[in-house]
């Protein structure tokens, strides 16, 4: 991680509560003129990039997308995610869970959601709703939701030992600008989809939830899996900032294209005399 990179700016400091605010442009572009020029480029850099991680298939990346509701998943995903060719995403939306997997332990059906090698996985929400929404609402005993942490360390260990890359992203939202995009959800007929009454039921626990995601993000940012706080207040400061996450990381990742299994010149040879 460089020196003066987005996820060193990012990241927060060990052990400590990030003092990072929703509204906050601390590195990067300060317009959304500069962010869209700047996307530009970092798109055809991650087109580049995520051909040859395909291309190779040795390695994955797995984008974990976590954040209060209008934060803004599904739009970082749309905007971000979509700087790459979709052959090579793997997206996850994470409801809430179904009898069958309640039968199983809380990483089961995570498991079955990983992307596989050569591909970009994105979860929208995943499995820190184990130790948010299950500790808000006391879906289970704390002693449950309190194990669930070093499960969770341990789980993302063997993903980075396995060959997965992990970036871990809380959309940091204040709830002013949440409030807005509320209302904005309920004056246009096309977003009335968007809406769900229940949305205003975790709104009312927002102190309980800031003091989940707070303890989330200081007991589960390791080195092999860090955590990163994106104020997502300004939509365009917040897809701009995922994709350089992305772009910082497959850069450091390198992917390689493979090795032809064939005499390069010969083929060459044999297509040119075709008639």
Not at 264 to 270: I, N
Request: aromatic share 8%; with cysteine.
């Amino acid at each position: 991680m460089g020196k003066g990179s987005v996820r060193e700016a990012l990241r927060p400091k060990r052990g400590k509560k990030s003092g990072i605010k929703p509204g906050d442009l601390p590195v990067g572009p300060t317009s959304k003129s500069n962010a869209a020029k700047q996307l530009v480029t970092t798109a055809e850099r991650l087109d580049s990039l995520q051909e040859a991680l395909y291309a190779g298939a040795s390695a994955s990346v797995l984008l974990v997308l976590q954040g209060m509701d209008t934060s803004g998943k599904g739009g970082t995903i749309r905007h971000a995610c979509g700087l790459v060719n979709p052959q090579g995403l793997k997206i996850h939306s994470f409801k809430k869970p179904t009898r069958a997997e309640l039968r199983h332990d809380f990483l089961w059906r995570v498991r079955k959601a990983l992307p596989t090698p050569g591909m970009i996985g994105v979860f929208d929400r995943s499995h820190y709703e184990d130790v948010l929404i299950a500790r808000v609402d006391s879906l289970v005993p704390q002693d449950v939701w309190e194990e669930r942490y070093a499960l969770i360390n341990a789980f993302e260990q063997e993903l980075v030992d396995s060959g997965v890359t992990i970036i871990k992203c809380f959309l940091h939202i204040s709830p002013e600008e949440q409030r807005k995009r509320l209302i904005a959800r309920l004056e246009r007929p096309q977003k009335h989809w968007k809406y769900n009454p229940a949305d205003l039921d975790a709104r009312s626990k927002w102190d309980d939830y800031q003091a989940a995601y707070s303890e989330a993000l200081t007991r589960c940012d390791t080195d092999a899996a860090p955590w990163y706080v994106v104020p997502s207040d300004h939509k365009w400061y917040r897809n701009w900032a995922v994709s350089q996450l992305l772009l910082e990381t497959l850069e450091e990742m390198d992917p390689q294209y493979p090795e032809p299994g064939f005499d390069v010149a010969q083929e060459l040879k044999r297509v040119k005399a075709l008639s």
